[in-house]
T-cell receptor
Framework: AQKVTQAQTEISVVEKEDVTLDCVYE???????LFWYKQPPSGELVFLIR??????QNEISGRYSWNFQKSTSSFNFTITASQVVDSAVYFC???????????FGQGTRLTINP | EPEVTQTPSHQVTQMGQEVILRCVPI?????FYWYRQILGQKVEFLVS????????KSEIFDDQFSVERPDGSNFTLKIRSTKLEDSAMYFC???????????FGDGTRLSIL
């Protein structure tokens, strides 16, 4: 069975601090996909990144970076030099091979204070 | 960039009434989904639809729910007799190719009174 755990329910930091959001997943498939979505206060779901199970290369996009480690079944997300606009709920999600459903974690509410 | 469109953005309905939530997926996509998010909680899968039939459904998707793709462009979710606990944000998503990110609509906020 698929499962995604985001143990951090809420994080609050001061602007310009770095912050890491944790994501741990469970799956029996060898082929799967991991995603991060952002949900700002307006409510929509904004896609941030996708990783497949065969690509453990870390990725950096501007102030965002992702660390995928199969050995620990983790796919963590780091925001460097956080900004107030980064305040949102962030969801990690897992999809097994094929056009399968997304299984979401509980989400982490990130608040960046000025 | 093409996007998934959902209407209405907010629906208020009396308990026991039927409600239809509408979605227009991205035109060349083949896989369609409905998800639900109760206020303050995580996003939960309801149903997936491919090749004009349901490919998977969750325990939430009971006999009160149905989906349809009536005309090749719209994708609808019907709740036959709404309950208070159906109040939630409902997201439609579509997917062009397995493994790619699902594209989400902005959601319909359903309020049952």
């Amino acid at each position: 069975a698929q499962k995604v755990t985001q143990a951090q329910t809420e994080i609050s930091v001061v602007e310009k601090e770095d912050v890491t959001l944790d994501c741990v997943y469970e799956t029996r498939d060898t082929t799967y996909y991991l995603f991060w979505y952002k949900q700002p206060p307006s409510g929509e779901l904004v896609f941030l990144i996708r990783r497949n199970s065969f690509d453990e290369q870390n990725e950096i996009s501007g102030r965002y970076s992702w660390n995928f480690q199969k050995s620990t079944s983790s796919f963590n997300f780091t925001i460097t030099a956080s900004q107030v606009v980064d305040s949102a709920v962030y969801f990690c999600a897992l999809s097994e091979a094929g056009a399968q459903k997304l299984v979401f974690g509980q989400g982490t509410r990130l608040t960046i204070n000025p | 960039e093409p996007e998934v469109t959902q209407t209405p953005s907010h629906q208020v309905t009396q308990m026991g009434q039927e409600v239809i939530l509408r979605c227009v997926p991205i035109s060349n996509h083949l896989y369609f989904y409905w998800y639900r998010q109760i206020l303050g909680q995580k996003v939960e899968f309801l149903v997936s639809f491919y090749n004009n039939e349901i490919s998977e459904k969750s325990e939430i998707f009971d006999d009160q729910f149905s989906v349809e793709r009536p005309d090749g462009s719209n994708f609808t979710l019907k709740i036959r007799s709404t309950k208070l606990e159906d109040s939630a944000m409902y997201f439609c998503a579509s997917l062009g190719q397995a493994g790619q990110p699902q594209h989400f609509g902005d959601g319909t906020r359903l309020s049952i009174l």
